[in-house]
Nanobody
């Protein structure tokens, strides 16, 4: 199995910054594609950013040049989401996911429980 645990989140004023982190632990975690989705009340879950095992990022248009995703691998694989110039529309629960690319769990998606980000003055 793969465990996905988010950290960070909280309340920030418009224009402020916040950083989320996510740790994926399991066999061959180096070979996990990872990323972040978000969901706000009344809306569908939407992709925010994702990053390949080689560190190549992809961003949704609505966060481009404001959010930055990165990944680090040691014992486990960690992905971070640096969020800058936050807007009230960024208020949502942010979910991290990990997708094993090799092994018996290949093709499955594992989700964290989510981290609430509230942008409010």
């Amino acid at each position: 199995q793969v465990q996905v645990v988010e950290d960070g989140g909280g309340v920030v004023q418009p224009g402020g910054s916040l950083k989320l982190s996510c740790t994926a632990s399991g066999r061959d975690s180096t070979f996990y594609a990872m990323g972040w989705f978000r969901q706000s009340p009344g809306r569908q879950r939407e992709l925010v950013a994702k990053i390949t095992t080689g560190g190549i990022p992809t961003y949704a248009d609505f966060v481009r040049d404001r959010f930055y995703i990165a990944r680090f691998t040691a014992e486990n694989t960690v992905t971070t989401l640096q969020m800058n110039k936050l807007e009230s529309e960024d208020t949502a629960v942010y979910f991290c996911y990990a997708e094993p690319l090799i092994g018996p769990l290949k093709g499955m998606t594992f989700w964290g429980k989510g981290a609430l980000v509230t942008v409010s003055s």
